[in-house]
């Protein structure tokens, strides 16, 4: 079955703690992106990459990193979080970035106190 | 500034009964535009994808329009089902790489028996 799959599914953490949201798709998909989602703000991109090891910053990539060694796996990396990061994440891929369908993972709902 | 404004931002319709749901866009320039499906808690689910030339498509009860002139995109529902009960979200790509993203807010819709 095609998915995108995300780990984990929720997650509480304390302020500065270093953590890894883990996205994997099975797809062979090229492009491969990350996304918050808050109330009244919608979603908006944190980083894409187009293909293995090139990755560029999305409208807000502040206090995240990323990484793209292997084809399948994105993983969003937050040295540092703090409690505005807060927030709904999706990870989402496509076989490119134009005009072919993106699919989803099931989110990862994070909470920074 | 590029922006992808919804309407109406939420919506209540009883079963059975069709349904309209607008976009209107301020993104140049025009790479595709895309309608997707959320339920809550998960990730969205891609309904359809327009690009510059084409100015309708449909995905079962799900039709989409698209006026490149105006700048205006509706996604019509017909015959609607307890399940349609989601939020639409409408998504702008810009750039001729379609490098730039815009989401819309979304338009939460809630169907009644």
């Known amino acids: 079955e095609a998915q995108v799959t995300q780990n984990p599914r929720y997650l509480i953490t304390v302020t500065g703690k270093k953590l890894t949201v883990t996205c994997s798709q099975n797809m062979n998909h090229e492009y491969m992106s990350w996304y918050r989602q808050d109330p009244g703000l919608g979603l908006r991109q944190i980083y894409y990459?187009?293909?293995?090891?090139?990755?560029d910053k999305g409208d807000v990539p502040e206090g995240y990193k990323v990484s793209r060694k292997e084809k399948r796996n994105f993983p969003l990396i937050l040295e540092s979080p703090s409690p505005n990061q807060t927030s709904l994440y999706f990870c989402?891929?496509?076989?490119?970035?134009?005009?072919?369908?993106?699919?989803f993972g099931q989110g990862t709902r994070l909470t920074v106190v | 500034k590029n922006q992808v404004e919804q309407s109406p931002q939420s919506l209540i319709i009883l079963e059975g009964k069709n349904c309209t749901l607008q976009c209107n866009y301020t993104v140049s320039p025009f790479s595709n535009l895309r309608w997707y499906k959320q339920d809550t808690g998960r990730g969205p689910v891609s309904l359809t994808i327009?690009?510059?030339?084409?100015n309708t498509k449909s995905n079962g009860r799900y039709t989409a329009t698209l006026d490149a002139d105006t700048k205006q995109s509706s996604l019509h529902i017909t015959a609607s089902q307890l399940s349609d009960s989601a939020s639409y979200i409408c998504?702008?790509?810009?750039?001729?790489?379609?490098?730039?993203?815009?989401f819309g807010s979304g338009t939460r819709l809630s169907i009644r028996p």
């Open positions: 327009m690009t510059f030339s084409e």
């Open positions: 990459s187009m293909n293995v090891e090139v990755t």
């Open positions: 989402a891929s496509s076989a490119d970035r134009y005009n072919t369908e993106a699919f």
């Open positions: 998504v702008v790509s810009a750039g001729s790489s379609a490098s730039k993203i815009i």
